[in-house]
């Protein structure tokens, strides 16, 4: 059958039409998904992220079906992943749209489950019931993407929205009894409550009710959780050289700002990532010119080494303890390396990244076990690198095995006029909250920062542009945080909601009776002896 002219341009203009909206409403979700990132420094809009999801949300909700839901959740999730490693695009340039976009699958589920809880166009407004499960259900949905991309070999826990409060006290408050987990679960808990109060009018008692009682138990965390009771005091002197081109000249800027301590009673001197470029076992000139400067100072020198090892084949990244006499025989190897960065995940399938961006020529070897350190005046602290800081386990691991302070080693000097050395700052405040133990955070080029048992910073952070070296009066802590003694209890909460979600909305489909056959209509007594009826 021949279609007429006239239908067929309708049909065309149509399609054309629906061909935009579709266009339109993926760039629209990517923008949405990546809102969130303007609460993370250098922003650090701390603030917006209890509405930055609304958006997002909104726009899933509107989804046609489960299915445009899924795809929403994907585009956002890549935007989002976009936006937070942005100042990764020198690097790998082309290859951080596939990353994020890989990443980003891990929200389709999450977008699924929007659309289940808050409904969609032919669905209506949620009910309180399925509302106040939504306040539920879709935080603990996200805290499970949180924590399946927060697996080292899918970049770390980089950008955990919690981590965006870092500077907020009442949220460094809740970190210290479930980590930066429960953090997170708050933040899209008031994102989730926000976006009910919009569109649904008689959700909003139950809402209201929920957003009060989660007011109060974070009142009663602040009231009745355990602080780290205040026992003494050590002095942290920080050496961030700045930018220099070659290894020589970095370490004879170290060498001159640590020598410029002298005299000022300090305890541990930190350098930062890759601050020494050559094995200190191969070269006994360095190692005797660092010991030199242990003595002047009258204190131990925590350096980092970037090389090739004398003794085991490879190269490692690894933070070694000076003393008077040389190195003490206290080393860490950094275990937890930065995919692509230090070491390219299945090289032989995806070595070709090495040609777009600046991957790993070579892979770096990982360490075997943390390591906690020891200093002659008895104080112990536990060493990580860079990328460790990031992972909330491994400072909780070092204070269980006797940390008093934690000591982060880092370098940003490839992303010095990004948004990436604020970022790393910021981590150090919530590793500090959630142990209960100080934190120092300490750079080649910047951002260097310490933060109090409590989380709350001390003294300033020394910038990009400073080079510098900065002693800190740092305040010690005894007792346990929540989080140390129980560790990752809220992922583990999270995972009960979302089985029970499942239970529930299987059994529910399952009991749900099937739709009946249609009734033919009774025939009359002309139709069942054939004849027509007039």
């Known amino acids: 059958m021949r279609v007429p002219v006239g239908l067929r341009h309708t049909l065309t203009g149509l399609r054309h039409r629906l061909m935009v909206s579709r266009w339109w409403r993926g760039a629209a979700a990517l923008l949405a998904g990546a809102l969130p990132a303007l609460a993370f420094p250098a922003p650090a809009l701390w603030w917006f992220a209890y509405i930055a999801l609304v958006p997002w949300l909104l726009l899933i909700r509107s989804a046609r079906d489960g299915r445009r839901a899924a795809l929403d959740g994907w585009l956002g999730g890549t935007g989002f992943m976009l936006a937070v490693h942005h100042w990764l695009m020198p690097s790998l340039t082309v290859f951080i749209v596939v990353l ?7 929200w389709a589920p999450w977008g699924a489950l929007v659309r289940s809880t808050l409904g969609g166009p032919g669905a209506g407004r949620p009910s309180p019931q399925r509302a106040s499960a939504a ?3 879709l935080p603990a949905g996200w805290l499970m993407v949180e924590l399946v991309r927060s697996w080292q070999g899918l970049g770390g826990p980089w950008g955990l929205l919690g981590s965006s409060q870092w500077q907020v006290v009442p949220a460094l408050r809740l970190a210290s009894v479930g980590g930066v987990w429960l953090v997170s679960l708050f933040v899209v808990a008031a994102n989730v409550a926000v976006t009910v109060l919009l569109v649904s009018r ?7 009710a929920a957003v009060l009682a989660g007011a109060v138990a974070a009142g009663a965390v602040w009231a009745w959780a355990p602080r780290p009771e205040r026992a003494g005091r050590v002095r942290v002197a920080v050496v961030q050289p700045g930018m220099y081109e070659g290894g020589d000249a970095r370490f004879a800027r170290s060498e001159a700002l640590t020598r410029s301590l002298a005299g000022r009673d300090v305890d541990l001197v930190v350098w930062g990532e890759s601050s020494v470029g050559s094995d200190l076992t191969a070269r006994p000139d360095l190692a005797a010119r660092i010991a030199a400067l242990s003595r002047a100072v009258g204190a131990d020198v925590l350096v980092n080494v970037d090389a ?3 003794d085991r084949p490879g190269i490692f990244k690894s933070s070694v303890l000076v003393g008077p006499d040389g190195p003490t025989g206290q080393r860490y190897d950094k275990m937890r390396l930065v995919p692509f960065g230090e070491y390219i995940p299945a090289r032989s399938l995806l070595g070709w990244a090495t040609s777009v961006g600046k991957a790993a ?3 770096r070897r990982r360490g075997s076990a943390p390591v906690v350190m020891t200093l002659p005046d008895g104080l112990r602290f536990g060493p990580v690198i860079c990328f460790e800081s990031a992972f909330p386990d491994m400072s909780r691991h070092l204070v269980r095995e006797g940390a ?3 000591v982060a080693q880092s370098s940003t000097s490839s992303f010095q006029h990004s948004w990436a050395p604020a970022q790393h700052a910021s981590l150090a405040a919530l590793r500090a909250a959630e142990t209960g133990r100080p934190a120092v955070h300490a750079t080649l080029t910047g951002i260097s920062a310490v933060y109090g ?4 910073r001390i003294g300033h952070w020394l910038g990009t542009g400073r080079s510098t070296a900065e002693v800190y009066d740092v305040p010690l802590a005894d007792g346990t945080t929540l989080y140390v003694r129980f560790g990752d209890w809220a992922v583990y909460a999270a995972l009960l909601v979302l089985a029970a979600y499942c239970a529930f909305t299987g059994r529910r489909s399952l009991r749900r009776p099937a739709p009946e ?3 033919p209509p009774a025939r009359t007594a002309h139709e069942s002896r054939g004849r027509p009826v007039h």
């Open 202 to 208: 008689p959700a909003r008692t139950p809402v209201l």
């Open 453 to 456: 048992p409590d989380g709350e």
């Open 308 to 310: 090739r090892r004398a």
């Open 100 to 106: 994020a976009a890989l990443l980003g699958l891990l």
């Open 404 to 406: 008093r302070l934690i």
């Open 361 to 363: 020529g070579e892979d």
């Open 135 to 137: 306040l539920v259900v």
């Open 517 to 519: 056959p249609p009734v």
